[in-house]
């Protein structure tokens, strides 16, 4: 079954859907918890727009912040950036505001060709760890390696292969435990954003350079 695009689910909230495509959505809502959790959130918002005593038609603005809502943008993943570093919403913010200038300092070059990276420190729970955001042009690769530690990764905009494994989309997490090793490859499509938390440094199994 192909998956329900945020639009289709905006639409399903408003009630404004097909009796086919609600039937479609309230099947895939059945299996999904992650989708459940993008409709409840949705239908918060527009509790809260309802309550206004001037209800007005959404303006291509207020639907782009309602897409937003629901992961149509890096927007999106704030709550759950601010859980994986442990950081404030304004913090998570800033941090993804950098990634408009991914060729300037603070990113730094990474270690292969087309990569970049941004360290910065997460919060009191994660004293130790390597937090940061990595960058990838289409079609670069990341060396295989082996972790020393425990490493959490959240897609965030493009795609990524792996050799073992399914391709990752943005949203997807991938855990890997100490002493597992792998590589990832940047689709063709467009640049791989993801974030990470590393308990622990790499082993690289060729140079890097």
């Not at 949705?42 to 937003?68: I, Y």
């Not at 950036?81 to 950081?87: D, E, I, N, T, V």
């Not at 990838?136 to 897609?155: K, T």
């Amino acid at each position: 079954m192909k998956s329900v695009r945020d639009e289709s689910l905006v639409e399903y909230a408003l009630r404004i859907t097909t009796a086919a495509e609600q039937a479609r959505i309230e099947h895939a809502l059945e299996g999904s918890a992650e989708l459940r959790e993008k409709l409840n959130a949705l239908e918060h918002l527009f509790g809260e727009l309802a309550s206004t005593t001037d209800p007005v038609a959404p303006s291509l603005e207020t639907r782009g912040k309602l897409l937003a809502s629901v992961g149509g943008d890096l927007e999106g993943f704030v709550p759950r950036l601010q859980a994986l570093f442990g950081l404030s919403a304004q913090r998570i913010r800033e941090l993804l505001d950098q990634t408009k200038r991914v060729q300037q300092p603070p990113w730094e070059p990474g270690p292969g060709p087309g990569i970049r990276l941004l360290h910065f420190d997460g919060g009191a729970k994660l004293a130790g760890a390597h937090c940061g955001l990595v960058w990838m042009a289409p079609g670069g690769r990341f060396p295989a390696h082996r972790h020393q530690g425990r490493e959490v990764i959240l897609v965030l905009s493009g795609g990524a292969e792996q050799k073992r494994g399914p391709p990752l989309r943005p949203g997807d997490p991938l855990v890997s435990h100490a002493d597992s090793s792998h590589a990832l490859r940047a689709t063709e499509d467009e640049p791989l954003l993801f974030a990470v938390v590393l308990e622990g440094g790499l082993d690289w199994f060729v140079s890097r350079s």
